[in-house]
């Protein structure tokens, strides 16, 4: 009998034991990939990453009952460290385009963009005048491939928009070009500069997932619809971006 209750004992105990070291903990953590370069969607804070992004990401989270854990890469890093199941899901005010949908899948946009551009204070004000001059962008953002599609600029390649914010206050390059809502924020931020916006199509941020994990996908999906239902996205909308 004693024996019985010994083995029992030891039993739950290994059972305890395997579901937190082992698939428990595996499925209740959902590992988020990010890019925090991205003012007002994700940044650094001291040590930590902030933004639009990573709270919408954690309220998704509790929704759908699951622990978010940030990791922070190389924007072009993002899409092939999912690919490669290194991570869940990726937030990264990341435009879902046709040419990503190729290889991940998108939930629904939650957030609705275009492209700007900065020059100096009051230098050009359309895209038009700066025909054959030198146009920063990010590596692989939507606003290069905007601009390397057509062929009277000529593109230069930063790793990231501070670089090529810097490149343009050192007369480096004529404009930058970046989405428009980090586009503000680094006006705002440095004196002499400014920024228009480019009217040629929208684009549509939204979280991307693996093509296999459609389950995931349609969780989130709901939960960013009741987030959008309950008044928690608009909250956060009107944290973020009115001023
Ligand atoms: N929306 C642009 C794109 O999808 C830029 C996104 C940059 N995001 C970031 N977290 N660095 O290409």
């Known amino acids: 009998m004693k024996g019985k209750k010994g083995f029992f004992i030891v039993t739950v105990i290994c059972c305890l034991f395997c579901f937190a070291c082992g698939k428990g903990k595996e499925e ?9 370069e991205f003012v007002p969607f994700e940044y650094m ?3 930590e990453i902030k933004g639009f992004d990573i709270d919408l990401m954690n309220q998704i ?3 759908i009952g699951k622990k978010v854990e940030i990791k922070s890469m190389n924007f072009d890093g993002l899409l092939p460290a ?13 435009t879902a385009t046709e040419e990503r949908k190729k290889h991940v899948n998108f ?10 551009i900065m020059v100096k204070e009051n230098k050009e004000h359309n895209l038009e005048q700066l025909k054959g001059q030198k146009i920063g962008v990010v590596l692989g953002y939507t606003g290069d491939v905007f601009i390397s599609s057509k062929n009277e600029y ?18 480096k390059v004529s404009a930058v070009i970046l989405d428009e809502e980090p586009a503000k924020q680094y006006v705002k931020q440095n004196s002499g500069l400014s920024t228009f916006a480019i009217y040629e199509g929208k684009e549509e941020y939204a979280i991307a997932l693996h093509k296999d994990n ?3 996908l349609e969780e989130i999906d709901k939960a960013l619809e009741d987030l959008k239902e309950d008044g928690s996205y608009d909250k956060l909308y009107q944290q973020y971006f009115t001023k």
């Open 28 to 36: 209740s953590i959902l590992v988020v990939g990010t890019n925090p």
């Open 45 to 47: 804070e001291g040590e």
């Open 61 to 63: 989270g509790k929704k």
């Open 82 to 94: 999912l690919q490669s199941k290194k991570i869940d899901v990726v937030i990264a005010g990341m």
């Open 107 to 116: 939930t629904k946009n939650y957030y609705i963009s275009q492209q700007n």
């Open 154 to 171: 000529s593109v230069e390649r930063f790793n990231s928009a501070s670089a090529a914010i810097l490149a343009l206050q050192a007369d």
């Open 214 to 216: 459609i389950s995931l």
